[in-house]
């Protein structure tokens, strides 16, 4: 089992930054994968960012250049950098970890991008 943390989301203007936190309850070097993903209101849920255990970075199109995905091993926390946000970024934003071929989700953490 493993349980994840989220924090740091809010309410920012455009241009803006914010930090998520996702603190996991295990070692996250033991985590095939941790990384992000948003649902914005009558969507679907989207990729954004992964880290694997090797330290391996992806990032989906709409958010390269402006978030940046890094981990505190000491702290086991994945953390999401969000730069230049702009209110296409607004959504419910989740932490996810692959772990023994089972997914994993934190409870979500509001980011409100305005204009």
């Known amino acids: 089992q493993v349980q994840l943390m989220e924090s740091g989301g809010g309410l920012v203007q455009a241009g803006g930054s914010l930090r998520l936190s996702c603190a996991a309850s295990?070692?996250?070097?033991?985590?095939?994968?941790m990384g992000w993903y948003r649902q914005a209101p009558g969507k679907q849920r989207e990729f954004v960012a992964i880290?694997?255990?090797?330290?391996?970075?992806t990032f989906a199109d709409s958010v390269k250049g402006r978030f940046t995905i890094s981990r505190d091993i000491t702290k086991n926390t994945v953390y999401l950098d969000m730069n230049s946000l702009k209110p296409e970024d607004t959504a419910v934003y989740y932490c996810?970890?692959?772990?023994?071929?089972?997914?994993?989700w934190g409870q979500g953490s509001q980011v409100t991008v305005s204009s």
């Open positions: 996810k970890a692959l772990y023994m071929g089972k997914e994993y």
């Open positions: 880290i694997t255990s090797g330290g391996g970075i």
């Open positions: 295990r070692n996250i070097f033991s985590m095939n994968v």
